[in-house]
Structures are given as C-alpha cells and as structure tokens.
C-alpha cells in the first residue's frame, strides 16, 4: 500500500511534508519534515501549541485563526484534491503533525 503523504504548502511555498501513520477519529496523525519554507510560518504554528498545551485557549484560537490566514494547503502526493480548510497542530520537537478537516 503507498504512503498517504500530502505538501504542506503556501502558495507554490513547500512549508513541509506530512506522511499519514493513524486516523483517530477524526484527526489524522502524521510524520512531519520540515521544508524550506518551514521558518516562514513556524513562529504561528509552535505558538499555537504552546498556547493550547498550556491550556490558554483564548490565545490558541487566535493563533489558529491567525493560521488559517496563512491561506495554507495540504496537497495530496497521490489523487484527490487540495485541502484547505483544515486545524492543524505540528509538534517538532517530535517530528508529528495531526491535521482534520
């Protein structure tokens, strides 16, 4: 069976590549590696995890929402079509990423 990978990507920006390892319920638990244009939205992304594992809720909506303005996109490896509405947590401390949508 072929990996599940998709291109994080902003615009024609490759930020990082997610490779899929679980489905729980419905977040997709990944692999991360970081790409180039990994430094470019990092700041937002790690705040955000910091935010929602310190339990500040307020300020990780803001950052997800800050996030979602990035106009990021998950685009499939294999068929199918782009994601774009999606919540999205990257821990790289432990090379992870969980995505729904």
């Known amino acids: 069976m072929e990996d599940r990978t998709w291109q994080l ?12 390892e679980a489905v729980d319920m419905f977040w997709h638990d990944c692999r991360f590696e970081a790409s180039a244009g990994w430094a470019t939205v990092s700041p937002l992304i790690e705040e955000s995890r910091r935010a929602w594992e310190r ?12 996030i979602d303005a990035l106009d990021l996109e998950l685009v499939p490896n ?13 821990d790289m401390d432990a090379g992870s990423a969980r995505f729904r949508y």
């Open 9 to 20: 990507r902003r615009g024609e920006e490759e930020i990082g590549r997610l490779t899929l």
């Open 78 to 90: 294999s068929e199918g079509e782009p994601i774009t509405d999606f919540l999205l947590r990257i």
């Open 55 to 66: 339990g500040d809720t307020e300020t990780a909506l803001k950052l997800d929402e800050a």
